[in-house]
C-alpha cells in the first residue's frame, strides 16, 4: 500500500497559495462543524496540484464520510443533504468561487477513508497526480511517487487505478476497454498542455499505441463518449490535432489517422 505523507512543509508555497490552502480547509472546517456526524472531508484530484503548479482549478471534488448512530461509517449517499448544508454556509471557496462535486468514500468498494481512498494503493485515480489531498486541518497529503512526479513535472498513469472501475463501476459508466484508455490519452493531454508538464514512460506508451486503440473504438458506439469529449476539451479535432503535434510523437502521423478515422466514422452515422 502506497504510504501516505504530508508534505506541506516540503512544497515551496508562495503567500497566494498559502492563502488558497488555508481558505479552503477553513471551508472544509465549516462544513465538519455543520454536520457533527461528518467523520472527515477531504479536497481530492486536480484542484489541489493546480493550485501548486499556479493554474486556475475548474472546479473541487471532495470526499466524506459519515459515522451512523453505531458508530459505522455508512456505505449509503448522503449527497443531498450534505450540499444543503453547504448551501446554506456560504463559504469562500466551496460552492462560491467553485463548483463542487461530492463523494461517499465508502459508497462503493473499495470502501476506504477519503485519504486513502485518494492516496493510498487502492486509490482509483488513474494518474499520479490526481492523488493529492487537502485535508480541514491545512495539511497536504499524497505519496511519495506523486510528490515525485510532481516535482519533476510528469504527467504518468498508473494502471492500478483502472483496476476499481473494471470490477466496480457505476451503473453510467460505459466501462469499455477502449473508450477508458481513449479518456486517458485525451484527458492527459489536456493536463500536459495546460499545467505544462512532460510525458512520463506509461503514458508516452499509451499514447503510442493510440492508432490500435481508436482504430477499434472507431467500430463501436461508444466512440461518442469520446468525440465529446474531446470536443468539450479543445473544441475540436483541429485544436487536439495540433496539441498532439506539440508531444513530438514518432508515429505522429498514424495518429492523426486514427482520431480522423473516429471522427469520419461518428459523421456516416
Partial sequence: MNRIINCTNKLKLDLNQKKIIETVSGDLRNIKKAI?????????????????????????????????????????????????????????????????????????????????????????????????????????????????????????????GFLPWAYYPKPTDGNNYYVALAYEIVRGLTHIQRRKLKMGKLYSELVSNSEFILNKLSQVKEREEIITYIKHKFGNLEAFIKATRELNLKNQSEIEKGFKLLIDNHQSD
Fill in 36 to 160: 457533527p456526524k461528518m467523520d472527515e472531508i477531504i479536497v481530492r484530484g486536480g484542484f489541489t496540484p493546480d493550485i501548486l503548479l499556479g493554474k486556475e482549478p475548474q472546479d473541487i471534488d471532495m470526499f466524506y464520510c459519515i459515522k451512523d448512530r453505531n458508530g459505522r461509517y455508512s456505505v449509503r449517499c448522503h449527497c443531498n443533504e450534505v450540499r444543503k448544508k453547504i448551501d446554506k454556509l456560504k463559504l469562500k471557496y466551496v460552492g462560491n468561487k467553485y463548483d463542487y462535486d461530492l463523494e461517499n468514500s465508502f459508497e462503493k468498494e473499495p470502501r476506504l477513508k477519503p485519504i486513502e481512498r485518494t492516496a493510498g494503493f487502492f486509490s482509483y485515480h488513474v494518474d499520479w497526480l490526481s492523488m493529492f489531498c487537502l485535508n480541514s486541518d491545512g495539511n497536504i497529503l499524497t505519496n511519495k511517487n506523486t510528490l515525485n512526479f510532481f516535482e519533476n513535472r510528469i504527467h504518468e498513469i498508473r494502471y492500478e
